[in-house]
Structure formats: structure tokens, C-alpha cells
């Protein structure tokens, strides 16, 4: 019994590592990985996709709808030898690990690489600063309605007049 067991078991570990190292369905198995990066985004980040599977001169078409993202174009990076090219993670994406894939125009290869996005982070993008003005009723000396401006501070003369004059009697004791 204890003859048959020891090489059934490494008749076993034999077939468990050739199916763990044995050449992938789709892709070629030196280059057939999608490059993403950043790998963790957050919602509103864009994602540049890199991949040498499909040659230096041929294209291919990327899919990050698990995403939510839609399709993409990779073509030919500027002398990298691989393929290049952005897709940006919508606002509404949920956190989560997503598989990204790209197939070349041949039709055959086929890469795939995994991003994840959470909630939590920085936005790899750039800043959205502030545009405009704050509309907060004072006006101003460059506030849209001059008019307004001037009636608004003409108010505040007649009531500081008027304080004045009121607290003067009161000082003097003439009562209000």
C-alpha cells in the first residue's frame, strides 16, 4: 500500500505544477500581461494600460467594463516596444478588485490585469480648484451690480449716523 502512494502523490504534484506553469489559454506566455498604474485608484482616477503581448507595432482594443469604464484603444507607445493607452475610472465605480483585458488586433491574444479601486485615498489626478465667485449677498467693489454696492453702503452711513447721534444725546442726558 505504501508503495502506490508515494508515487501517486508525486504523480499528483506533478500534474498540479504543470497545470500551475502550463501556457495560458489566450497571450503568450513571456509578455502576455496588462500593465496597469496605478493598480489601486480611486473613483475618478485615470489608469494608463501598458502591454508588450501584441507587438510593438500592432494595436489592440481594451475593456474595462467590469469597471464601469467602457472600451479603450492601445497603440504603439512612443519607442517603448509596447503598447499604451487611458481609460478613467468613473465616479460611481465601487470598491473592489476588477479585471481589466485587452485583445490584439489579431484577435487571438489576450492580456488581462487587475485593478482595484476603494473609497479611501488620494486622487491620482490633477486638482479640481475653484472657479468663480461666491455669491454671498455683500456685494463688493467689483460685485456684478455697482448700484447695489452703493445703495448698500449708503444703509450702512445713515445707520452709523444714526447710532452716533443717539448715543450723544444719551451721553448728554437728553434720554432717547
Avoid: N
Wanted: net charge positive.
Amino acid at each position: 500500500m505504501r508503495r502506490t502512494a508515494r508515487p501517486l502523490a508525486t504523480t499528483a504534484l506533478a500534474l498540479a505544477f504543470a497545470a500551475l506553469t502550463g501556457t495560458p489559454a489566450y497571450g503568450d506566455a513571456g509578455t502576455g500581461r496588462l500593465e496597469l498604474s496605478p493598480t489601486g485608484v480611486v473613483p475618478g482616477d485615470e489608469v494608463t494600460v501598458r502591454t508588450a503581448a501584441c507587438g510593438a507595432d500592432g494595436t489592440a482594443t481594451g475593456d474595462a467594463s467590469a469597471v464601469g469604464a467602457g472600451s479603450f484603444s492601445l497603440s504603439p507607445g512612443a519607442g517603448q516596444g509596447r503598447l499604451a493607452g487611458r481609460f478613467e475610472v468613473p465616479p460611481s465605480a465601487q470598491p473592489g478588485t476588477y479585471e481589466i483585458v485587452a485583445t490584439c488586433a489579431d484577435g487571438v491574444s489576450r492580456v488581462t490585469g487587475d485593478l482595484v479601486v476603494s473609497l479611501t485615498g488620494t486622487r491620482t489626478g490633477q486638482p479640481a480648484y475653484p472657479r468663480g465667485s461666491v455669491k454671498t449677498g455683500v456685494g463688493g467693489a467689483l460685485g456684478p451690480d455697482p448700484v447695489q454696492t452703493a445703495a448698500g453702503v449708503a444703509a450702512l452711513a445713515v445707520a452709523a449716523a444714526g447710532g452716533t447721534w443717539l448715543l450723544h444725546r444719551r451721553a448728554r442726558g437728553d434720554g432717547f
